[in-house]
């Protein structure tokens, strides 16, 4: 993984593309590890690769390796990608997209329901969990360093009996930044394996009703055990079948659609996936979120809210696919989300990104993986 997220800037100061080389710079640049203790552990065992050759020590030892780099090369993004970081980010776009390629920590979900964060960091005391800088439930544990592994806690008494979720503080934000309210009515029809639906559900204190639908049966599977594990009692799954939704048509408060996307802002997790993405892989998620914006809008009641999310940075699935849902759907606005930020999380001294439709997540500007979100008031 590690050599994945910094593929394009490793492969340029070894000036190879070849997997040796690339190991090689990740070792000595990334994990720390000096020269000299490498080719000695090479020179000590059987099995050990060849002998670092006088080429490749000249260049693992370069103190300038990425001087003449293109910016794309610097910032570890494919080319043709940069004109759309650009455009999402500004002239600090080379920076945006370099926090892209560290490592993610762990980040996870108090669920106030079955406990609290001093109980949870009792419990995970090993790991040395620590709140997280904006999410207000949230605990983190940092990523370990060099040939290290992130840390589990699948196996640990706090997961198992539902007193944490394992969620991104970016998702955890956007969750909060949903305004999800005691009472209300709110469909989830993008639902997935069910995190937001389960964050939201804490913030509505299990209280009022939550729809969860998704398309796909196979995604939407592990929300039933996800459901029980975490105690959660005001959720209806409704499974993707004709017909499933149409009681609902017209009587949301809010409808939430985490849309399928690029996931340009999950490049820490899945740092291989920067390099497999295509132009026509855009295009196709691009298409695939408008028709569903067309689809939910019905769900809403006048008066509510229709809360659009991706985890991609890209401006196309973000703000342009925002602005033309608009021009085709007048009665809908978008809500002043530099405000809601400031009613959400009145202290935080880190902030999004705003555009004039919404907000933009990142690991450099919140500590988290890359988010947009926008919402959209259905005008009475």
Not at 151 to 163: F, L, Q, T, V
Request: hydrophobic share 35%.
């Amino acid at each position: 993984y590690d050599a994945m997220r910094k593929r394009a800037s490793h492969q340029f100061s070894m000036q190879s593309e070849n997997g040796r080389a690339l190991a090689l710079s990740v070792i000595v640049r990334d994990w720390g590890i000096e020269l000299e203790e490498l080719e000695t552990a090479f020179a000590s065992d059987n099995f050990a690769p060849e002998p670092i050759s006088p080429e490749e020590k000249k260049l693992l030892l370069s103190e300038t390796p990425l001087k003449n780099a293109p910016k794309h090369v610097q910032a570890n993004i494919p080319e043709w990608l940069m004109a759309k970081f650009e455009k999402s980010f500004g002239k600090n776009w080379p920076e945006q997209a370099k926090a892209q390629s560290d490592r993610p920590p762990l980040d996870m979900r108090v669920n106030i329901l079955k406990s609290s964060s001093d109980k949870v960091q009792k419990s995970l005391k090993r790991f040395s969990p620590q709140p997280t800088d904006i999410a207000t439930k949230g605990l983190r544990i940092l990523p370990g360093v060099g040939a290290t592994r992130i840390a589990n806690i699948s196996a640990d008494e706090a997961y198992k009996k539902g007193w944490v979720e394992i969620q991104d503080q970016g998702s955890q934000i956007v969750s909060a930044l949903c305004n999800a309210k005691p009472g209300e009515q709110v469909l989830d029809f993008c639902a997935g394996g069910g995190g937001k639906t389960l964050a939201l559900a804490s913030w509505m204190e299990n209280k009022g009703q939550i729809f969860a639908h998704d398309s796909d049966r196979n995604r939407l599977a592990p929300i039933f055990d996800r459901l029980k594990r975490a105690g959660i009692r005001n959720v209806q799954v409704r499974s993707p079948q004709e017909g499933a939704l149409d009681n609902l048509v017209g009587r949301m408060d809010k409808v939430l659609i985490d849309a399928p996307c690029t996931g340009t802002g999950t490049w820490r997790r899945h740092p291989d996936s920067r390099w497999r993405l295509s132009p026509a892989q855009l295009e196709k998620r691009v298409a695939e979120q408008a028709q569903i914006l067309d689809e939910a809008k019905k769900f809403l009641r006048p008066g509510g809210e229709l809360i659009y999310i991706t985890c991609s940075v890209l401006p196309e699935e973000n703000i342009e696919q925002i602005e033309s849902f608009i021009t085709k759907n007048q009665d809908f606005d978008s809500i002043d989300m530099e405000q809601r930020w400031k009613d959400i999380y009145p202290n935080s001294s880190q902030q999004p990104i705003f555009d004039r439709r919404g907000a933009i997540l990142s690991p450099l500007s919140t500590n988290s993986d890359g988010f947009y979100i926008s919402v959209l008031a259905l005008n009475n």
